[in-house]
């Protein structure tokens, strides 16, 4: 809960601060924010990444600082893993042999730290970072409102997606208060694509199709695709929602191969269509219209069996079957980048 990790940090000085693999803008934003949060205090804290930073967020104040290793390999009073399903997440060696403290808004988190604060009602973790500092007494500066006002904006697609509130704008307009540029930051995290990403764009698409009712929607990429543009995995950040945003369209599968017969799987959806529910049927998870999980077999096997189970939602759906959502609906997004990371 918040008052425990207040106390967490009134009472010690040394942390570390880590994220999933393939770190996201939500993940980077809220865990550099904090950073900046802790520096204030005039703690000894350290961001550490199994992963580099991915390009979009290379303007990121303090990205420099962010030291990428494979291991927790150095001895710390507590480590904050931001925005992780479960303790295997950031993928670092010995990171079970600390004290963990678990900050996420992902409803279908395991409860795997020592203490646990979740809330399933914030847009993104930058939010929650955000109400830290309001709780600890730290004034945002604008090192730490350009962190989390990139945590938001990449979790909520730019305001576009369904887990946008008031208390986003407001927090938006509070940060922006404290010297962030909207259109700086925007340029920086969407406008510096290299072009290996409109290549890769191009095959991705071409493999889009619907399903025979036209209400559900798959792509694949494939590792050729990435060898033949140059591009990275992260280049194909925000394919998914092509599909989505056709009006038939309900639900959408991309199915990206890590490995042959491996494939990281972001499902989007409409309304109250539930992926997440889905996502959790193959050990992954995430929000109501927002989620991932990893399937394994052919491409048509594995592309048959999401789309039956997006083909059911769907349905249930269209019926007025839907089944309700654990926890806070309104956290639910109609896509992002995981966010990979419980959405993949």
């Not at 004290?99 to 808004?105: F, G, Q, R, S």
């Not at 307009?173 to 694509?193: D, T, W």
């Not at 399903?211 to 925000?238: K, P």
């Not at 052919?298 to 039956?308: C, K, L, P």
């Amino acid at each position: 809960m918040l008052s425990q990790v207040v106390e967490l940090i009134e009472s010690k000085r040394r942390f570390a601060i880590t994220s999933h693999i393939r770190p996201d803008g939500d993940a980077l934003g809220s865990s550099i924010g904090l950073y900046w949060l802790l520096r204030a205090l005039g703690k000894e804290p350290e961001v550490i990444m199994r992963d580099p930073v991915p390009h979009s967020y290379q303007k990121l104040p303090g990205v420099d600082d962010v030291r990428v290793t494979p291991a927790v390999d150095r001895f710390y009073d507590a480590v904050f893993v931001i925005e992780c399903s479960d303790i295997t997440r950031p993928g670092l060696v010995d990171l079970d042999k600390q004290l963990v403290v678990n900050i996420d808004h992902h409803s279908t988190t395991a409860l795997f730290g020592n203490i646990n604060w979740i809330d399933s009602t914030a847009s993104a973790v930058g939010e929650m970072i955000y109400n830290l500092c309001k709780a600890i007494g730290v004034r945002p500066t604008r090192e730490i409102a350009e962190c989390v006002y990139t945590a938001l904006i990449t979790d909520t697609g730019s305001f576009h997606y369904s887990n946008t509130s008031e208390r986003t704008f407001k927090v938006a307009s509070e940060l922006v208060r404290a010297g962030v540029k909207p259109a700086k930051i925007s340029q920086s995290v969407f406008g510096s694509y290299p072009w290996g990403k409109i290549e890769l764009m191009s095959m991705v698409l071409a493999t889009a199709r619907r399903d025979a009712t036209g209400r559900v929607a798959c792509l694949r990429q494939t590792l050729d695709m990435l060898a033949h543009t140059g591009a990275s995995d992260e280049d194909a950040d925000g394919f998914v929602n092509y599909p989505l945003s056709c009006r038939q369209v309900e639900a959408v599968a991309f199915l990206k191969e890590s490995a042959p017969g491996v494939y990281r799987t972001s499902l989007r959806s409409k309304g109250d269509v539930n992926v997440a529910r889905i996502a959790e049927k193959f050990g992954g998870g995430g929000h109501r219209n927002a989620a991932g999980c990893t399937l394994r077999g052919t491409w048509d096997e594995a592309e048959r069996a999401i789309v039956m189970l997006l083909q059911e939602a769907v349905e249930r759906h269209v019926n007025g079957e839907s089944l309700p959502f654990d926890g806070n609906d309104s956290s639910s997004s109609n896509g992002r980048a995981r966010h990979p990371e419980v959405l993949a």
